[in-house]
């Protein structure tokens, strides 16, 4: 997942010295740019943040008002070149407001979010500017422009226009009051669920309930209790989506029911984190606003610059896939519900029992146990021998630690990234223990974009929550958190091969959602891959590799209870979609009750099988800049799978064939149609036919 993130202190900080010069407001003189960390505190952003809106504010005063005829330079490479100090700051505060956040920061976050959409209204709504911009737009056909700087033409009117900049006076007004309410609540919204997060964590006071968890688990747990002041007791911290990893261990039936109702419940205890009033508006405010950008709904208005152009072609999609689902779905049920009587458990199978069993189910099939094989995925063996030797094979990619460049956190790493020729390509930061100051979930994000233009070179980071082990032990996994970890990196693939001369059209941070997931999920196919594979998967005590009858059933095992898996992210995308395509003027709507209807009528409501996300903690279209969007993750998995397919017609893990892909896909960004891009890799557009069968729902 693309996103957001925090500090070198996890606590506010003390007001700066006037003396004291704010190390945001000036360029770092570390490698790439790299953001000073041990210098920033969390009370710089914000007089940061007001320095950098102001200046970016006078040097679009200043192209908008200039008095020559408007040219690609003195409008568009101007514009490029502008709000430089704002987008360092930014991109710092990212950084720490989802990674390491303190009291400081959640505040800031809110307060500065209107500042920030106000601002971009006065960009976006500058009619004296616009007009310069769509002097150049309807001359483009005289002008010389190479592909990029036409491209950067088409690019920018396009997002003006949808942004409102052909509106009267009055409703520009309107929309500045609409865009400033979503901000802020948008912002609400993630502190709230992050808050609610913490608080909704499983305490227990008898060690007993923990049946089935590890000494380790167990211990984890305990830590995790003394932390908040609660000795004695034991605590499971909740990860962001509904089902929660150790339900697939504890035994005791009484503790996943809490365990899992923890989650399903955690923003919905009418407290003050209680999220549903929040999205209800959020809603409603975004379906006001596309009436007024002419549009009959939000994802009408938002698809316009996404591979899938309108909501039909979604709503087509995500039904096509459906019955093949649902049908796998209520087959996976009914052999639990077998194995549960089986047992004689006495009762019909819930979401709390599911992975549980299901877990049985694929021991007793495939003979796989879970535990079993995480003694050979140590964390940093998977990361160095893993994804970064599956990226050196395809791209000739080398990575060498860097003790000397400061990080906001200690459990951050830090690598400069080497092309096959030495050269130096970016800085890539690791962060993947789960800490109560970080939001859910995983992602990739940058703190530098590329541009050649600002001789810009990228700094990424990856950001994950796996469990933190206890001090002197390792940090083992499961094959799904190795998954994460090619997942996310394949994100910062896409932005370390980031060959653009404008940052807008640079790296993953510039293409369209439905398109961003791609090379990311693309990724995740080298984990199995045999070479890579044993190359990582290696006992984190003999150094032994993984017996090759314990790599087959893992194989074997993957397509099983994709029934389930898909089913839960149709449900997720369908209720993200419904949510959109709510027409201006409709009723602000309960949110449980909505959601309800919304996954009867998509045929979804397999009470067994419940939603990856419930509306009320769904950052993803909330905050995080998936609204109309959620789709994309199974839609780029389609083109993923399509163009992994390219590479088993080819030869598969070759030099060659990631040079291909590295130059048709990875180095594109956003410089030309993204669907053109993909038809020029594959010979042709992407068909569903390959996801279908990677999922086992289908036939080769």
Known sequence: MMSTEGCSQPT???????????????????????????????????????EGITQHAKEIAAIAADPAAPTFDNVFVALEKSGQTLSRVQLAFNVVAGANTDDTLQALEEAVAPKLAAHQDSITLNAAL??????????????????ESRRLVEYEHQQFVMAGAQLSDADKATLKALNAEEAGLSAKFTNALRAATKEAALVVSDKAELAGLSDAQITAAAGNAKERGLDGKWLIPLINTT???????????????KLFKASWLRA???????????????????????????????????????????????????????????????????????????????????????????????????????????????????????????AHELYGLTFKERKDIPVYHPDVRVFEVFDDGGKHLALFYSDYFKRDNKNGGAWDDVMVRQSKLLN????????????KPAAGQPALISFDDVTTLFHEFGHALHDIFADQRYETLSGATSVPRDFVEFPSQFNEHWSLDPKVFANYAKHHQTGQPMPQALVDKIKKASKF?????????LAAASLDLAWH???????KQ???????????????????????????????????????????????????????????????????????????VLSRGNSEDLATVFRKFRGRDPKIDALLVQRGLKER
């Not at 959601?595 to 045929?603: I, N, Q, W």
């Open 561 to 569: 209870n994709q029934g389930y898996a898909l089913t839960e992210l």
């Open 590 to 664: 309960e949110a449980d009750a909505f959601e309800t209807a919304a996954l009867k009528k998509a045929h979804l409501d397999l009470p067994q099988v419940p939603s990856r996300y419930r509306s009320s903690y769904f950052l993803h279209i909330w905050a995080n800049g998936y609204a109309s969007g959620y789709y994309a993750y199974l839609w780029a998995e389609m083109i993923d799978h399509d163009a992994y397919s390219w590479f088993e017609e080819h030869g598969g893990l070759t030099r060659a064939n990631g040079q291909r892909f590295k130059d048709m």
């Open 130 to 147: 616009f007009a310069r911009i769509d002097a150049i737009y309807k001359a483009l056909d005289q002008l010389k422009l190479d592909p």
């Open 12 to 50: 506010p900080q003390p007001e700066s010295s006037s003396a004291r010069p704010n190390p945001l407001l000036a360029p770092s003189t570390l490698p790439f740019q790299a953001p000073p960390w041990d210098q920033i505190k969390s009370t710089d952003f914000a007089p940061a943040f007001d």
């Open 268 to 390: 919905e205890r009418g407290d003050a984190n209680d999220t549903r009033a929040i999205l209800s508006r959020l809603a409603e405010l975004r379906a006001t606003r596309t009436k007024l950008l002419g549009q009959p709904n939000f994802s009408a208005w938002r698809l316009q610059d996404q591979m899938a152009k309108v909501p039909a072609h979604v709503q087509t999609f995500l039904t096509d896939l459906v019955p093949a689902a649902t049908a796998k779905a209520k087959g996976e049920a009914a052999d639990i519900q077998a194995l549960i009587d089986q047992q004689r458990g006495g009762f019909a199978l819930e979401p709390w029992d599911w992975d549980f069993y299901a877990d049985q189910v694929r021991k007793a099939r495939f003979d796989l146990d879970a535990e079993e094989v995480k003694p050979y995925f140590e964390l940093n063996r998977v990361l160095t021998d893993g994804v970064f030797f599956a």
């Open 581 to 587: 395509t709510l027409p201006p003027g409709t009723p």
């Open 243 to 257: 089902q929660q990893p150790m339900l697939q261990s504890l035994t005791n039936r009484a503790t996943r029911e």
């Open 456 to 467: 810009e070179q990228p700094v990424i980071y990856n950001v994950g929550n796996f469990p």
